[in-house]
């Protein structure tokens, strides 16, 4: 596919509105970033904290490419995909495996429902059980490429936030500079400069910034202000969940689109939760996305928390992920929670449904 014919798509999409009020400025962005970079390139999961690192990595194996995030939603929507599925990329990263047919030069990935796929690169750096893709990356060719010094670190951080163990619950409050916070402050840094970027421009401004100055690129003032309208919304979200939220052992929590912080919320429900929860999220089609996890203590402590994979309910709702935190789409809440009420039922958990819609 050439870029011209990626950009014809991305303009039906824009002006159909098959795609949530949410994700529109990200498209906009992508479509701009086609417009002004030129092949190749290579595609990394973004926004994500693991897609950037893996992204400023694989910038320094290949400086000469233009990066482009791609979420999942992007490469499993019905017109969009075809984009992911078509152009020549160099390398992949963090994604499941995209365009099958095209010869990659690398390949890069740790998620679990990519193992019997097909990933057709001359170098493939593959393992389900990697903390992340980018250390995954870094550590099969950290003797044979020499990275930027200062990537090492970021790759650390991944394996800490990809592996979903980030130290005590997410901060309300506003964000520190890198050099006065703790390492547990720098966690949280990371993963919210990371989750607060709404356009590729931002993500790609990560990419490089991480590339050239390391963590301290964290101190940038675009991304510490947005990082504090982040916290903000944080709390709110935080909030109703401690006050909506029911006890059980699975917790269902609804909302609208752009309602919430939708993470916040999922990471409040869960407080109340002695397994897991799901958020179900409903777009403006009726549509919804929703966000599976485990508890991280019932992973450490209950041996046989593997009955409760939730990547495999993902994938039977369009979805997958890991065992603990997967994402999945559906084309009704009632839809949604049909499956997941079943899922639960069938193995005899308590469920408790808080639906914050009209809150
Ligand atoms: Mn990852």
């Given amino acids: 596919m050439l870029t011209k014919d990626a950009l014809l798509i991305i303009d039906n999409t824009l002006q159909e509105k098959t795609i949530p009020e949410s994700k529109i400025d990200f498209l906009r962005s992508i479509r701009d970033l086609l417009r002004t970079k030129s092949a190749p390139y290579i595609a990394v999961h973004g926004p994500c904290p693991d897609g950037t690192v893996t992204g400023a990595l694989l910038l320094d194996i290949f400086p000469r490419a233009a990066i482009l995030p791609l979420d999942y939603w992007f490469i499993n929507h019905p017109q969009l995909r075809s984009i992911a599925n078509s152009l020549e990329w160099l390398a992949v990263g963090d994604l499941k495996p995209l365009n099958p047919s095209y010869t990659k030069q690398l390949y890069v990935d740790h998620h679990r429902t990519s193992i019997s796929q097909l990933f057709n690169a001359h170098e493939v750096y593959f393992n389900s059980k990697g903390a992340s893709a980018s250390a995954v990356l870094f550590d099969a060719t950290r003797s044979l490429f020499q990275y930027a010094p200062q990537l090492e670190e970021l790759v650390d951080l ?108 999922l990471l409040s429900a869960l407080q109340k939760a002695n397994i897991g929860g799901v958020s179900i999220i409903e777009e403006q089609s009726r549509k919804c996305r929703l966000s599976f996890r485990i508890r991280k203590d019932v992973q450490k402590s209950n041996k046989e928390w593997e009955k409760y994979r939730i990547d495999l309910l993902a994938t039977s709702l369009n979805g997958g992920g890991h065992m603990a935190a997967a994402g999945a789409k559906a084309d009704s809440v009632e839809l949604a929670k049909e499956k997941i009420l079943a899922w639960a039922k069938s193995l005899n958990m308590s469920v408790s449904v808080a639906d914050l819609r009209h809150a």
């Avoid at 993500?203 to 050239?212: A, H, K, M, S």
């Fill in 158 to 265: 991944t394996r800490i936030t990809d592996t979903g163990n980030h130290p005590g619950l997410p901060p309300l409050d506003p964000p520190c500079g890198v050099e006065s916070c703790s390492h547990d402050e720098l966690v949280w840094l990371f993963e919210d400069a990371n989750s607060s970027c709404v356009t590729a421009f931002e993500i790609l401004d990560l990419i490089e910034g991480f590339r050239r100055k390391g963590v301290s690129h964290l101190n940038s003032p675009s991304i510490q202000s947005r990082i504090k309208i982040l916290r903000k919304n944080r709390k709110i979200a935080w909030e109703a969940g401690q006050k909506n939220v029911k006890p059980a052992d699975f917790v269902v929590v609804i909302a609208k689109d752009l309602q919430f912080d939708s993470r916040s919320l």
